[in-house]
T-cell receptor, first 115, second 114 residues
Framework: GESVGLHLPTLSVQEGDNSIINCAYS??????FIWYKQESGKGPQFIID?????DKRQGQRVTVLLNKTVKHLSLQIAATQPGDSAVYFC??????????????FGQGTILTVHP | DADVTQTPRNRITKTGKRIMLECSQT?????MYWYRQDPGLGLRLIYY???????NKGEISDGYSVSRQAQAKFSLSLESAIPNQTALYFC?????????????FGPGTRLTVL
């Protein structure tokens, strides 16, 4: 999972496998948690979000799980493809006060999919 | 055409120089953001603007200033660049917070300060 530091966590999988990327967040008051994908040489791209009052949300080939008890977020990618190779960031959106509407990003996880 | 554009895409400058990075968007969004990305540190918010008359400091605003010239334009300035401002800079836009969590990012500006 993601943690403070200079070396990004990495995950290597074979094409067709399922991938699970983890993230620990810090702010219990965040109202949304969001996953972004960043391909080499590009800006981050939104994948999926989940509201803080939910514990699971599914999209196309992706599922996000939220465990508020342990402040843990995960992104599951089904049938991973080479095009899924990228850096994945979790982000939390502030619900109020000075954090309202702002995103705080995690460190990122590098996913490499081998053909 | 790209919805969020940034100029320049790459810039090499010297310590003490003034630098401006520009961002334009055609999405019609009110909210715009500037982030910097450093290896292993993710994206950190520098400044953000929720409408033309609104400017707010982010997590790491020291050494930077911004100008929101119009709804579609948000520029970031380094008044006196220093080497530790060498980074990848991203502009982003979004719709109103209550309805849309998606931020749309530009392609980035790679800045090197020698």
């Amino acid at each position: 999972g993601e943690s403070v530091g200079l070396h990004l966590p990495t995950l290597s999988v074979q094409e067709g496998d399922n991938s699970i990327i983890n993230c620990a967040y810090s702010n219990s008051a965040s109202d949304y948690f969001i996953w972004y994908k960043q391909e080499s040489g590009k800006g981050p791209q939104f994948i999926i979000d989940i509201r803080s009052n939910m514990d699971k949300r599914q999209g196309q080939r992706v599922t996000v799980l939220l465990n508020k008890t342990v402040k843990h977020l995960s992104l599951q990618i089904a049938a991973t493809q080479p095009g899924d190779s990228a850096v994945y960031f979790c982000a939390e959106k502030g619900a109020g006060g000075t954090s309202y509407g702002k995103l705080t990003f995690g460190q990122g996880t590098i996913l490499t999919v081998h053909p | 055409d790209a919805d969020v554009t940034q100029t320049p895409r790459n810039r090499i400058t010297k310590t003490g120089k003034r630098i401006m990075l520009e961002c334009s968007q055609t999405k019609g969004h009110d909210r715009m953001y500037w982030y910097r990305q450093d290896p292993g540190l993710g994206l950190r918010l520098i400044y953000y603007s929720f409408d033309v008359k609104d400017i707010n400091k982010g997590e790491i605003s020291d050494g930077y200033s911004v100008s929101r010239q119009a709804q579609a334009k948000f520029s970031l300035s380094l008044e006196s660049a220093i080497p530790n401002q060498t980074a990848l800079y991203f502009c982003a836009t979004s719709g109103p917070s209550g309805s849309n969590n998606e931020q749309f990012f530009g392609p980035g500006t790679r800045l090197t300060v020698l």
